[in-house]
């Protein structure tokens, strides 16, 4: 089957079209808003957490303004001979202690309470931050699994226009960046807002002229944020499209980790990878820069403020009789709790950013259209004919394209039937469409023209699930995931008993290995990608999986193109009793699968040149004649080295 392609995305895919294009701030911090909603009995608990926390921090504020004025009083009160002393101390909510009680009870009073309010903050604050990670986790990993989730459900077109270092991405860093809306942009966001209308009401309360010449520079900072905001959305967009690249040097490296080394390519592997994480690290310090900048002028600019205050504020303490110094100090405890909340304003700018740029890759992926899926209305499978069999195919002048309208074809006018249980040999030149032919039957891709049926229904109008299981497929090279044997033959059906199991393992010539050289038998567990294995006990195994659930029919894509010729024998005899009694479409170059097949079609650029059986073909002396002559001349220098004998089943 086609693999991962090196060719430019095809800009008619789904996914394509929405990489990259940028999604609308306002409708997506809309969405991100409604993914929230999912999670708000959560936030709405930490939001009034924020809310007991900040009246602690006010009351703890107010307190000790108070225990300024009674100490201040206590030492130079205010009277008729000493008219520059200090204010009696106002207590709040008209409570004031005993008469008797002196000055310094008077402090310890406040002291403890001070000391009270500090330790239930500690324990809230505690509580605040164990809620908000428990919010992260549960954002995360619901919609990781929802990403992929999707992800299973896309269509090869996605795979082909999407590298798989942005896919991966997708799942990993772009998933933290919508959470990252929620805990570090919305819940702060509401968290500063309701601080800032409880800090400016409160300075309010104290005083309106004071408070407004000390707020005067907050415009300016709104607009430096919406400034910096502007210059560094793309910043974050190009980022993750940098990171994209890197992560596809480093999985592409672990893949093809045996290509590296056979070409002793590490050094340029190595420098390959610097060249990608330097392109991020570089691109990324420039967003830093203006980072760097800017937060230290956010926070720097409410500085100002307590020059301000300092100045007026002194006036006024010197003009109105009801201004103590212990209100100075709470207006200048609030002041400063307010710049900072404002010197937030710079990070929040920042991670809003980040987030926006993530959560309209997630979505991206969540928006693509499921372009092969089951119809509303299936047409179930049909049973079998009495006596008969399933898994007649029909190609009704099937056309195919991978890119848009004007690409050219990959398939055209593909029109032949195979009845149930025939052998199609599929011939032709590396690119001539062989694999792309296969690939439409189980739906990896559907025709652009033309239709195919299974047992006279259409591929689209059959469930999807029921049509894949009728199929078995063997690729050319096969991947085998870090499972045991039996794990891996009976991927996608883990129901399937040992006997089944062993039973298709018998028809892929695969049972005798598996007992006899593999320590644990079938319960050995593979290596990542089966890379324990040879490549023919590879291919066994991938037969032994296609026949596992003994389906009506059975495409094999040229199974032993990354074999040696060694080893290549044992896979055809696997081929040969998995071919069995079910109707099979075989990519094979070698004569003795051509000669048994009860048809051959040949393909040159996605069409069929000739057609008939080997006989037929090698009399009419075209491209098939051709290509059977240089085989058997080269099986006979074949034979002369002694190479061929165990090699045809
Ligand atoms: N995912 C894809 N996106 C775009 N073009 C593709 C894709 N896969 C294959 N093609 C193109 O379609 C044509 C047919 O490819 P296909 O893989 O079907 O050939 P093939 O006959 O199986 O070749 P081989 O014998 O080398 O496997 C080629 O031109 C190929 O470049």
């Not at 075989?586 to 003795?592: T, Y």
């Amino acid at each position: 089957m086609p693999s991962a392609p090196s060719q430019s995305p095809s800009p008619s895919a789904p996914a394509a079209a929405g990489v990259g294009a940028e999604a609308s701030t306002a409708r997506l911090i809309l969405r991100l808003c409604r993914l929230a909603w999912g999670y708000r009995l959560q936030v709405i608990r930490s939001l009034v957490l924020q809310l007991v926390l900040l009246t602690l921090t006010l009351s703890g504020l107010g307190l000790l303004g108070l225990g300024i004025d009674v100490i201040g009083h206590a030492f130079d009160p205010l009277s008729e001979a000493n008219p520059g002393g200090n204010k009696p101390p106002a207590w709040p909510l008209g409570y004031a202690p005993p008469s008797a009680w002196t000055s310094g009870q008077q402090v310890l009073l406040v002291a403890g309470l001070i000391a009270v309010i500090g330790l239930v903050r500690f324990a809230l604050e505690a509580l605040s931050a164990f809620w908000i990670a428990q919010l992260v986790q549960d954002i995360v990993v619901s919609l990781r699994s929802r990403v992929y989730d999707k992800l299973q459900r896309l269509s090869f077109r996605f795979f082909d226009a999407n590298e798989s270092g942005s896919i991966i991405n997708r799942v990993t860093g772009d998933v933290q960046a919508v959470r990252m809306f929620v805990d570090q942009v919305l819940v702060q966001v509401l968290i500063m807002a309701v601080s800032l209308a409880f800090f400016a009401g409160y300075m309010l309360s104290l005083h309106v002229g004071l408070t407004l010449v000390c707020l005067l520079s907050t415009p300016l900072l709104w607009l430096l944020t919406g400034n910096f905001s502007r210059i560094v959305k793309p910043a974050y967009l190009e980022n993750r499209r940098l990171f994209d690249t890197a992560i596809r040097v480093l999985s592409e490296n672990a893949q093809g980790v045996h290509v590296v080394k056979g070409f002793a390519a590490q050094d340029a592997e190595v420098r390959r990878f610097a060249a990608a994480n330097h392109a991020v690290t570089t691109q990324k310090r420039q967003i830093f820069q203006q980072v760097a900048i800017f937060v230290p002028l956010i926070s720097f600019l409410p500085q100002l403020n307590l020059v301000i205050l300092l100045i007026y504020g002194g006036w006024i303490y010197m003009e109105d009789p009801a201004f103590t110094v212990g209100t100075l100090v709470v207006f200048s405890g609030l002041l400063q709790q307010f710049s900072g909340q404002i010197g937030n304003v710079a990070q929040l700018a920042n991670s809003v950013q980040q987030s926006l740029t993530g959560a309209s890759r997630v979505f991206e992926v969540l928006d693509t259209p499921l372009e092969i899926q089951t119809r509303a209305d299936p047409t179930p499978l049909p049973a079998p004919p009495a006596g008969g069999k399933r898994g007649g195919i029909r190609f009704e002048d099937v056309g195919f394209r991978f890119g848009k309208e004007d690409a050219v074809p990959a398939l055209a006018h593909l029109d032949f039937e195979v009845k149930p249980g025939q052998l199609v040999a599929v011939l032709g030149a590396t690119g001539a469409g062989k694999s792309t032919m296969l690939s439409l039957i189980p739906r990896f891709y559907d025709p652009t023209t033309g239709r195919i049926r299974l047992d006279g229904v259409d591929l689209r109008d059959l469930p999807l699930d029921a049509l894949r299981r009728s199929i078995g497929i063997v690729f050319q090279e096969s991947f085998l995931f870090s499972n045991t044997v039996a794990e891996n033959i009976a991927f996608g059906h883990p129901d399937a008993t040992q006997e089944q199991v062993e039973r298709a393992a018998r028809i892929a010539s695969a049972h005798g290995f598996i007992t006899e050289d593999l320590k644990d038998g079938y319960r050995t567990v593979l290596t990542e990608g089966g890379n324990n294995l040879s490549g023919g006990q590879r291919q066994r195994l991938a037969i032994a999986r296609a026949v596992l659930l003994d389906p009506p029919v059975l495409l094999m894509d040229d199974p032993t193109a990354a074999i040696d010729p060694e080893t290549e024998g044992e896979i055809l005899a696997a081929m040969a009793s998995a071919m069995a009694d079910r109707t099979t479409f075989v990519v094979a170059h070698r004569l003795s699968t051509l000669r048994r097949a009860d048809f051959v079609l040949v393909l040159d650029r996605g069409r069929v040149v000739e057609r008939g059986t080997h006989d037929e073909l090698m009399a009419k002396g075209g491209h098939y004649a051709e290509a059977a002559g240089v085989q058997a001349a080269d099986t006979e220098s074949r034979e002369i080295l002694g190479m061929d004998e165990a090699v045809d089943p």
